[in-house]
């Protein structure tokens, strides 16, 4: 236990794997397959930073689990970056793969490092020493990295350039989440908010309300949330709070989204002069009264300490891991319909699947098609989970677990234990 009510998350996810196997009569030595990353690369590798000094960085790469197909998962910069954050955010993409019924297994890696204070250059640097180093366990038949906390499709174009010199031959299907111009697909960029709106939708039917005018909060302004934030706000709902790392901003009657977000985009910030609403912290903006509240930041930011005073009907994690094992159970006690993350964030993981498809492929599918598929993804996950859910008088998260879990241990069984 570290800070009160935060945990390690690879302790959470371990958790998450014990409670969901009372549902699947799995035998103990599964169990703890289940619970152990399968392989797993820490490396040190020096950069040389803009004022010629050398510095030397720590990271990592875990696959999890490849039972029913390669590797995959984002990579992560941040200055929080350990061992058992990549282990359980490699545990939670498999889980998350076999939910969607994906081909892929779960992997993760990260950087411990702060791109905040990098220039452009020695992200670059890091960038390339980084594939470098992990090389090996990379490749489209192996293992796929994918964008996460701040990194992004430029990010994936430096691991493709990387990886293609060593090999001698461009290969595009080594990571996802590139550029277009170099294999990304279309739509890979918005999946995982457009999941994030999808499942909101499908949880809001099932609760027999409209999107039109339910309130959102949204924790996080990047990748996840902004783009989640900008497609609820063309639905119709009121996205009356978001934030950054340094602070939200509030207004009861709705902000104004596209204001907000070209802010974030064009000087990095919302809590500023240009945009004129309430200041709110992190914790208050999780604590407001709102139909959907979406943690799309980082773990461990609902605890007990914090779900009490939760008023939010509706949680769509955006983010992985944001809700404590603590905190759910104070959550489910108070009646909130949560939809966890291995589900209601898997958008990402499915275009990436699709974008990895098209790379072997070497086809273009339009951005309808893409949307079309994801749509028709994400509905039938959520409607598989809400019945695993209704069924067996279960939480969705729970639910999702033994979905995930069930798949992945049949192809376990059915593949056997070698030799
Ligand atoms: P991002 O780097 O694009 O954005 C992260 C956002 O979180 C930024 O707005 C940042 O300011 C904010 N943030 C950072 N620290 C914070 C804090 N302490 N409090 C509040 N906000 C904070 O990252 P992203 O890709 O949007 O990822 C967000 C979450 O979604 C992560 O948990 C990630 O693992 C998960 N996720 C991302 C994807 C994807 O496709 N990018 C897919 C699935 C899950």
Known sequence: MEERGKINP??????QVDIAAKYLNLESGFVEKMKNTKRELIVHFPVKMDDGSVKI???????HDVSRGPAKGGIRYHPDVDLDEVRALAMWMTWKSAVVN???????????????????????????????????????????????????????????????????YSVPGVVT???IELGGSLGRFEATGRGVVITSLEALKYLKKSAEGVTVTIQGCGNVG????????????????????????????????????????????????????????????????????VPAALENQITEKNAPRIKAK??????????????????????????????????????SYFEWVQNLQELIWSEEEVLDRLTRIMQRSFKEVLEISLSKKIPMRTAALVLGIGRVAEATRLRGIYP
């Open 57 to 63: 960085f720590t990271g990592y790469r875990v696959q």
């Open 177 to 179: 989440g590139k550029p």
């Open 314 to 351: 509706i949680i769509v994690e955006g983010a992985n891991g944001p809700t404590t094992p603590e905190a759910d159970e104070i959550l489910n006690d108070k009646g909130i319909f949560i939809v966890p993350d291995i589900l209601a964030n898997a958008g990402g993981v499915t275009v």
């Open 10 to 15: 690879y302790e959470m996810a371990k958790r």
């Open 102 to 168: 994906i081909p892929f297994g779960g992997a993760k890696g990260g950087v411990q490092c702060n791109p905040k204070e990098m220039s452009l250059k020695e992200i670059e640097n890091l960038t390339r020493r980084f594939t470098w180093e992990i090389s090996n366990m990379l490749g489209p038949e192996q293992d796929i990295p994918a964008p996460d906390v701040y990194t992004n499709p430029q990010v994936m174009a430096w691991i493709m350039d990387t990886y293609s010199i060593l090999k001698g």
């Open 226 to 293: 902004g783009i989640a934030a900008r497609h609820f706000d063309r639905l119709g709902a009121k996205v009356i709070a978001i934030s950054d790392s340094k602070g939200g901003i509030y207004n009861g009657k709705g902000l104004e989204v596209k204001k907000v977000l070209d802010c974030k985009s064009q000087y990095q910030c919302i809590v500023c002069d240009k945009i004129n609403e309430t200041e709110i912290t992190n914790q208050e903006l999780l604590e407001l009264d709102c139909d959907i509240l």
